[in-house]
């Protein structure tokens, strides 16, 4: 089976920006040395990865310290689509 591609949304590239330089740093330097190369090879399982209840289509949450990364898996294609970061006081409201 081969790797997942990573497409990063405009709205996940965005809020990303929007976060406190600190915070970016951190997110940024975990996206590139533990989540993007699991999800590349498994997207629908890990001790930070869940899937929420409800949405259609399926939609995946990564957990980041006090981050949620939520994001959508196209089997056909083989991409995992980053939709968007959030705090986690403001990520489920």
């Known amino acids: 089976m081969s790797d997942y591609l990573i497409f990063e ?3 996940f590239r ?3 920006s929007k976060l406190p330089t600190r915070d970016a740093e951190f ?25 929420l ?3 259609k289509p399926p ?6 310290g006090r981050f949620r990364i939520f ?3 196209d089997e056909q294609e083989h991409i995992v689509f980053i ?5 986690r006081k403001d990520a489920y409201r």
């Open 71 to 73: 994001y959508l898996v």
């Open 59 to 64: 939609t995946w949450r990564y957990r980041i």
């Open 27 to 51: 997110i940024k330097a975990k996206l590139q040395k533990r989540l993007y190369p699991h999800l590349r090879k498994s997207p629908y399982w890990g001790p930070n990865i869940k899937k």
């Open 83 to 87: 939709l968007t970061i959030d705090a």
């Open 9 to 11: 949304t405009e709205e």
């Open 14 to 16: 965005k809020k990303l």
């Open 53 to 55: 209840q409800g949405y």
